[in-house]
């Protein structure tokens, strides 16, 4: 039995990952069909080298919403061929071309809007590849990883089971772990959930550097839940955003306008109520009518973004003007590595890290909480604590680790380490209270509370319950549990 402390959690997720059924990790060069959906899903693709078998430039602004039941794979998906406008439509995917027709796809009107069929591996040579009468897209050869890797990866990340609120299985005999189980396997989980994002970052970084890969990470925490796609869109595009214009700070209002533009969120009417909403919208519409001809199809489509629910500190409106704040500091990457190479308090570490990636005064968004709300009473800064610490917990930390295992700089991975598990916790949330009422039987979180416990859990909810029903049926981690903790009740740890 392994004592409290050891890596216990990282050898129960490789066990639980190396079990034949769970997913195809046996010797096959070809996954399964459920698997190139996880792959589509979280588009672990070399996104700017995508070509159809006909040749032509792909660009996926939106890999669609997953599709549980009956009909394409994916709805709503939103591709760009060449130069052509971005178009709305499905997305079906099978292992190989010859799929579409013996499926009867091509007969079967629920599949009539389908834009790209997406398969493992095909050529433009093969006549059976030749014969689908749509664009198709082969996955062998432009993934961003390799396939073992994506395995290992996608088994923590995969599909999004609901979860219903009834206590989990776990619950009793978590509930048994002496004082220090609880706090030690959740920190367990978090640097598990660490790792696996590290690892995202360097295969993005090995395609398009460490300075891209951290902007597309930092604009994809920014897009709370459903725009994270736009937002890592346009993170995509940062050079050409960038084009003709200095790296100044003085840049960010003509950025402001490129970015608004560029996204589809700009609107074409003046309010006509709130005068200083006007004039910002005049300004932005004089600047992108001069530039959008340089942003040729790029223009994303409105229909992309969801406004359902969002509060107005978190519309993707604020999120863009914050990003043309950093897109226009020439120092924006360095500003992490300053944060980590200063000696901080732990008390220190969320408001230093506020204090570097808080833009400067903006005389509009400073004051206006969208392009359609009234000017508020009080100045509103664009970076708020909780979006601080989405930034540091799902970019800026595995940024600077992933870079300093690269570098084999141990000392650095420590000293990261050493913030991360001190990190101060986050609001709750919907996903938080769930998962606390299916593991902890809705008991809190271990005291003081730390962003890692939260983090911890959310890998658990991933690594387990996203892959057993509300049962509980299947689900190992209740076995897991029960020895440990009984082990470390009868030695006293
Ligand atoms: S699915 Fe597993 S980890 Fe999730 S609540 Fe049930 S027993 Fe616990």
Redesign the pocket.
């Known amino acids: 039995m392994q004592p409290i402390g050891s890596e216990l959690y990282p050898s129960w997720r490789a066990a639980l990952w190396s079990e034949p059924g769970l997913h195809d990790r046996a010797t096959s060069p070809v996954p399964s069909e459920r698997f190139l959906q996880q792959i589509w899903f979280h588009q672990r693709l070399q996104r700017d080298a995508l070509r159809t078998l006909d040749g032509r430039p792909l660009t996926i602004l939106h890999p669609g919403f997953w599709n549980h039941a009956a009909g394409p794979d994916f709805r709503q998906a939103v591709l760009q061929f060449g130069d052509d406008a971005p178009c709305s439509g499905d997305v079906e995917l099978d292992l190989r071309a010859a799929a579409w027709h013996q499926h009867g796809h091509d007969r079967n009107p629920a599949y009539a809007q389908v834009r790209l069929h997406v398969i493992w591996q095909g050529t433009p040579t093969n006549p059976a590849d030749a014969k689908v009468p749509l664009p198709t897209l082969a996955l062998a050869d432009v993934l961003d990883a390799p396939l073992d890797d994506l395995r290992e990866w996608l088994g923590g990340e995969a599909s999004h089971n609901l979860l219903t609120a009834r206590t989990?299985?776990?619950?009793p005999p978590l509930e048994q772990l002496p004082a220090t189980g609880l706090p030690t396997l959740l920190e367990q989980a978090a640097f598990t959930r660490l790792r696996l994002k590290a690892d995202q970052l360097a295969a993005r970084a090995r395609q398009a550097g460490w300075d891209q890969a951290l902007w597309e990470a930092a604009l994809g925490a920014l897009g709370y839940k459903q725009n994270v796609w736009p937002l890592r869109r346009l993170a995509e595009l940062r050079e050409s955003l960038l084009r003709d214009l200095p790296r100044d700070r003085a840049a960010a209002p003509e950025l402001q306008a490129r970015l608004f533009g560029l996204s589809g969120l700009l609107p074409d009417q003046l309010t006509r109520r709130w005068s200083t909403t006007d004039a910002w919208l005049r300004r932005a519409w004089d600047t992108w009518w001069r530039w959008r001809e340089s942003a040729g199809p790029a223009v994303l489509p409105r229909s992309l973004w969801r406004f359902d629910g969002l509060r107005p500190a978190n519309h993707p409106q604020r999120r863009l003007a914050l990003a043309a704040h950093w897109l226009a500091d020439p120092d924006w990457t360095a500003r992490s590595e300053r944060w980590l190479a200063k000696d901080l308090a732990d008390t220190a570490l969320r408001p230093a890290l506020l204090a570097e990636l808080q833009p400067s005064e903006d005389p509009f968004w400073d004051h206006h909480w969208t392009l359609s709300s009234r000017p508020m009473s009080r100045p509103r800064p664009l970076l708020g604590e909780a979006r601080i610490t989405d930034l540091a917990m799902n970019a800026i930390l595995p940024w600077l680790w992933s870079r300093a295992r690269a570098g084999g700089n141990s000392a650095l991975c420590t000293r990261i380490e050493h913030r991360y598990r001190h990190w101060p916790a986050a609001a709750d949330n919907a996903l938080l209270r769930l998962a606390r009422q299916?593991?902890l039987a809705g008991r809190p979180l271990p005291r003081p509370t730390q962003a890692i416990h939260q983090q911890g859990m959310l890998q658990?909810?991933r690594d387990?319950?996203d892959h057993?029903n509300a049962l509980?049926d299947d689900?190992r981690?209740?076995e897991l549990v029960r020895p440990w903790a009984a082990a470390s009740a009868a030695s006293g740890a």
Do not use: T
């Open positions: 989990g299985a776990c619950a299916r593991l658990i909810v387990f319950c057993a509980c689900c981690f209740p």
